[in-house]
């Protein structure tokens, strides 16, 4: 029976099924495709995300234990080597063989009299000592978003690193891997330099002393910034906790914090010798907290002014009591 | 279908009830009269009703066992054509499987989209907020013609707000809180085999008032004023002028007297070369401070979060030898007394509340001004006219008293 004004029921062929199923199926294909197409898997970054990985990196060298030396001087390398001395040699913590790499501060393009950035002359230093140590290999490497090649140049750091037997390693976007840090509230799916790291067996992270607009001061534990991607500005909003995840991040065998000149003023930058001053020290350690901690003296300030090491210092990642390690302190006279 | 069936049909089938009869089911007695005849005894609601026969219905005519669409006469509950021939037999379990399936892999990509959005990515957020850093433009040149013995070491780099940090990094801040606009960047090289080179920051910063509030927040202490555009000093190696919207910084290498000289030839071209529609003039805020003890050089326009409380902005500020301690006295035009004695109490309740300070008993003149004891410190807030103004880190409470009376003066010219 059909309604009235309607003519016969259409009935759908086994044919016409096919086909619509067919349709029905190349608009799902054509959508899906579409979508695969349009998805970005290379956000911001350039980074590989096919894996988010622990990105945790302890190079420390638990039998030497927590130690500290503090040397005070204008030669730098003076300073390094009689500091290491002091420190136990620096075979006690590089041994034949090992490959070492040097996490400098070279963020900005601009001369090393201007102290924002870590000295040519300490990272020549430090590579030689590691080759007299006998280190298979030294490379020199940091991540500064701007034209990262004029940054080691004209800081004088590629040229000191090549001079001394190191080579520099200059990130590119494939050199990250995304990462996420146990406990971390920040650095979470984020690209860490990784590349770099394949066959590492020792970590020395080599900063100045400086003071930052935003973050109270810029030294040792700070310049593992350098090792994260992406639009890592974005960090700038939480700082202080940004600074801590990156004590989290990583465990260096040593740091070396050159306040041979402190940037007082104007700081991460600078520009100016003015912003300069003489504070004529040069700090050794296991400990990144307490190089942080004695190096915010040389800025006149306390690490309690430094909200990041006071976290970093309840989370146990290091002392903010310097002096409870005993620093073994070498007076310039001394060299 | 014959006339039996479908009254068997309409015995049972509330919906086609509603379709053959719809000018009086449409009236809320038909509908309920509908769902009755469907519900089972009992059924109160009348939503649970109406699901109920509905359930019933497509059961019946949809899906049923007693009668099919063929003897339930199919035309008789005819529904939107497109709806009749999944009406027209039950769908097969391999139907099922594949509807099931298709709405399992639905619910898994939404969950899998609620996971990820829930999840905080701050790369995605600020792909959104700005370019990657590789967007800085190379430029062909800061300047068509570059003066003599000066020659580009590359071509020129531009940072917008959202870059600004990949050349500056933690100092943006400062930048970005005055008004940031662009940044154009280029190294030169001096002839002659020094290597010596420099490099030229041009900050476009708006408007003139912004361009002075970054050059004066950096003066280096002890600066000499250079003499070049409208404000202008050399500190070793580095020359920083504001011209009109711009702050320029010319940074040298080293701080030889090659190095320096070419700076200032530099800085003397860009000037010439670049028009600008004001020209950044503070004469009349200069005037607020009283030039005894006045520190050359330290008056400056803060930008945002002045003496650490965040509401206070664009305040210029200055800096006072008193014995052998330093003061701060702060100015700014509020643009009528109503605002200016505002933020004048704000003042005051950031340094008794949220600094915990205690006021001190209020000082004869200027009237309604307020001295704060910060233990070991003291600040003083007043406002007169559009003017709110005030003293910073006094060592004493007669140092705050003595300052606060000299500055009213000079601003309300003695007449209080």
Redesign the interface.
Known sequence: MNPPGTGPEPVATRREFFLRGLRAGAAVAATGGLAAWLWNRHPPGDFGRAQASDPRKDFSVRSAGPRIAIATGRDRAAMLRRALAAVGGIERFIARGDRVMLKVNAAFATPAILGATTHPDLVAELARLCRAAGAESVIVTDNPINAPESCFELTGIGAAARAAGADVFVPRPGSFRAGTLPGGRLIRDWPVLEEPFAGITKLIGVAPVKGHQRAGASMTIKNWYGLLGGRRNQFHQDIDGIIVELAMLVRPTLVVLDGTDSMMTNGPTGGSLADLKATNTLIVTTDPVAADACGATLLGKSFRDLPYLVRAGELGLGTTDFESLHPARVPAQAS | ?GDAE?AACKAHCPLQELVLRRPKVLSLRGITNAMRRGGPPGWAPVAGQFMHSFWQTMRRCGHGQSISSQSV????C?LP?GM??SK?RSPGPGERAIAACALAVLAAVLAGVCIQQA?????????A??P??AA?TTMPGLLERWPAGLLPM?GA?AFSPGTL??????????YLSAGFVSLNDQ?VALTGGSGSWM?VLVFDMGVPANAFSVYSS?R????ADAGIADYSYE????LCLVHGRYYV?L?C???SDAARRAAETLARAFVGATKVADHANIGAEQALFPPEGLIAGSIALVPSDVFGFDRLKNVFVARYRDGGNEVTLFAANRGGPDGAAREAAEIRSFFVVDCGGRETPAPPAPPGASIIDLGGSFEAVFSAGPYVAGVHQAPDLGSAQRWLAVLSRRITGGRQ
């Open positions: 279908m479908s006469g199919w035309p008789s005819r054509t009749q021939r027209a999840r905080f990515d701050p790369a995605v957020v600020m792909s907020a700005g990657p850093a800085a590359s780099e940090s990949d050349k500056i990094d933690g100092k943006a801040d400062l190294r490099e950096q280096r202490p002890n600066a500190a070793d190696n580095e910084e940074v290498s080293d701080s």
